[in-house]
């Protein structure tokens, strides 16, 4: 609201708050907020004078009310450096103003289609943004084959980084969203795929293909309940690095990181170390524990972060508790189609190692329907709306708890725990 009100005093105020502000700005559907946390590290582990909009106001008005809060009665920014988090649709307007100095895209999904529309409008809007700052290094994520098609279409400098390996032993079954080669629409075939539609593509009719990342994750050593054990290949040297979050997806996270690093000239080696350390952001991975159970909580949002999801528990050993939170306001997207494309099946497949599922939400029916055609026994599927019971029937079974919740879910969710278990608000 203040950022509203602001641009309806000044609607130029976020291009004069921004004078003189180095900035990065970080945009894409998956991973924005994770890697964002990560640059913010290796930001003060190299002492860097800086703010970020870690509260997740990442539309015009908030970015706008955030360099306000930092800056003093004269429009003069209090830091020299600004890390800001951009909303796919909201990255053209804010570029309007923002000459960043480094642009960073994690990734294109379908999500959200009553907003967003298909994944070649969000991609269309990306270039839109990234037109309006011609002097930004680009990071792009190689693996990507709609990201990687902005090369050529854009002055600026680019640095691609990617996997270079695959991820997982065994994948989740998905649906992809970019099957087609962009430039001729015959279907692409794959080296490998780490998730989705990311993987070592190449159009065998035109020759699209994966351009080859400057910044790479050459080996995948270890990953488990905890953090992964990496290794980036920059150039002709390799760096190990340690990441303190588990899952496929955060190693793409880690590897942006590492590429906005290098866009603005850091050391290599202890933005790596900066990985090992970091905190996670609100609801991402977000741990926390209650009544001595360890209660995990990993936002989703669409298919492709759903499944990198269960990709992820489907390796664990231990039994464990699931709770899914569907919630369809405005901010989740009122089309919830798409848990019908998440490979649920594959909970099932667990047998006993899953103990029980609850759902909550405003949909939490249609997400018990989706077990129940998922096959998962309907005895050990539990509806509880109520966010303060659902927590605390969740961990009385005394086994983990994974929360997987949407966006509005998850922030009504934590505010939940915060207020009953003592735990800080997410904007804190």
Same mark, same amino acid.
């Given at each position: ?51 970020? =909009? ?5 539309? &015009?008005?908030?970015?706008?009310? $955030? ?15 600004? &890390?800001?988090?951009?909303? /796919? ?7 309007? #103003? ?16 009553? %907003? ?7 991609? $269309? ?27 050529? /279409? ?7 980084? !990617? ?26 075939? #794959? ?9 070592? #593509? %190449? ?49 793409? =996270? ?28 609100? @609801?991402?991975?977000?741990?926390? $524990? ?16 759903? =499944? ?17 939170? &569907? =919630? ?50 309907? $005895? ?34 934590? @505010? ?5 278990? !003592?735990?800080?608000? #997410?904007?804190?």
């Amino acid at each position: 609201m203040p950022g509203r009100v602001a641009l309806r005093i000044c609607p130029n105020l976020l291009g004069v708050l921004v004078k003189d502000v180095t900035v990065v700005i970080v945009t894409g559907t998956n991973g924005k907020t994770t890697t964002s946390r990560m640059i913010e590290q290796s930001w003060q582990d190299a002492g860097i004078s800086y703010f970020a =909009n870690k509260s997740g106001a990442n539309l &015009l008005s908030g970015v706008t009310a $955030e360099f306000a809060v930092h800056s003093t009665l004269t429009g003069r920014c209090r830091h020299t450096h600004a &890390l800001i988090e951009a909303d /796919e649709a909201a990255f053209q307007h804010i570029a309007r #103003y923002v000459h960043a100095a480094a642009i960073v895209m994690t990734n294109i999904f379908r999500d959200q289609l009553d %907003r967003y529309g298909e994944v070649t409008h969000t991609l $269309e809007k990306l270039r839109l943004g990234a037109e309006q700052c011609p002097d930004a290094i680009l990071c792009i994520n190689a693996d990507d084959s709609l990201c990687s098609s902005l090369q050529g /279409e854009l002055p600026n400098k680019i640095i691609f980084y !990617g996997v270079n390996t695959p991820i997982y032993a065994s994948r989740v079954e998905e649906v992809s969203d970019a099957p087609y080669c962009i430039r001729c629409k015959s279907e692409y075939v #794959y080296d490998y795929v780490t998730y989705g539609h990311l993987g070592s #593509y %190449r159009c065998p009719h035109c020759g699209y293909s994966r351009p080859k990342p400057e910044l790479s994750v050459c080996r995948v050593i270890v990953t488990d309940d905890e953090h992964s054990e990496i290794v980036f290949r920059l150039g002709d040297r390799e760096i190990p690095a340690s990441v303190n979050l588990p899952g496929g997806y955060n190693i793409y =996270n880690a590897c942006a990181a590492m590429a906005a690093g290098a866009a603005l000239g850091l050391d290599p080696e202890k933005t790596a170390q900066s990985l090992s350390h970091f905190s996670c952001g609100f @609801g991402r991975m977000e741990k926390f $524990e209650i009544s001595g159970t360890d209660v995990r909580m990993i936002l989703i949002k669409n298919p492709a972060g759903c =499944n990198q999801v269960l990709s992820f528990l489907t390796q664990r050993t231990e039994p464990f508790v699931f709770v899914a939170c &569907l =919630n369809d306001r405005v901010q989740d997207g009122r089309d919830i189609s798409w848990i019908w494309d998440v490979d649920f099946e594959r909970l099932t497949a667990l047998g006993g190692m899953l103990s029980h599922i609850y759902v909550s939400g405003v949909r939490a029916e249609d997400m018990a329907l989706r077990f129940l055609y998922a096959g998962f026994p309907r $005895e050990r599927i539990h509806v509880q709306k109520n966010y303060g019971e659902l927590m605390e029937q969740a961990v009385s079974h005394k086994l983990p708890v994974f929360v997987m919740p949407t966006y509005t879910a998850m922030l009504d969710l934590r @505010g939940t725990i915060s207020r009953r278990y !003592g735990y800080k608000q #997410y904007w804190e």
